[in-house]
Nanobody, 133 residues
Framework: QVQLVESGGGLVQTGGSLTLSCAGS????????VGWFRQAPGKEREGVGC?????????????FYSDSVKSRFTISKDSASNTLTLQMNFLKPEDTAVYYC?????????????????????WGQGTQVTVSS
């Protein structure tokens, strides 16, 4: 059974940093297309960034970021812990949201990824990030 569990959310001041983790089970997360998304109160869920699958050899996936977080957020994967990570720096109040990880369970090394939440099928429960001004 595919499961995703996010952790690491919390309260941080403007300009601060947080690291979110998404632990996968029931599948080998690094091989699949995965993404981070967020939903603020009263707003639609939006894509933060994504990364395509690794091939188990030299290709480890290439991340893609939405314009709103580019140069501030970094996505990475860890094979040993089967985890997806979102490093968030220079946080702003507008980053306040519930953050989710998701996968479409597609093996796609070298074929890119997308940040449209409608194209992902498996979701975690989310973790709250609050940035105070």
């Amino acid at each position: 059974q595919v499961q995703l569990v996010e952790s690491g959310g919390g309260l941080v001041q403007t300009g601060g940093s947080l690291t979110l983790s998404c632990a996968g089970s029931g599948f080998t997360l690094p091989y699949y297309r995965v993404g981070w998304f967020r939903q603020a109160p009263g707003k639609e869920r939006e894509g933060v960034g994504c990364i395509d699958g690794s091939d188990g050899r030299t290709y480890r996936g290439v991340p893609f970021y939405s314009d709103s977080v580019k140069s501030r957020f970094t996505i990475s994967k860890d094979s040993a812990s089967n985890t997806l990570t979102l490093q968030m720096n220079f946080l702003k109040p507008e980053d306040t949201a519930v953050y989710y990880c998701a996968t479409d369970l597609v093996l796609n090394a070298g074929h890119g990824c997308y940040v449209d939440p409608r194209r992902y099928d498996y979701w975690g429960q989310g973790t709250q990030v609050t940035v105070s001004s």
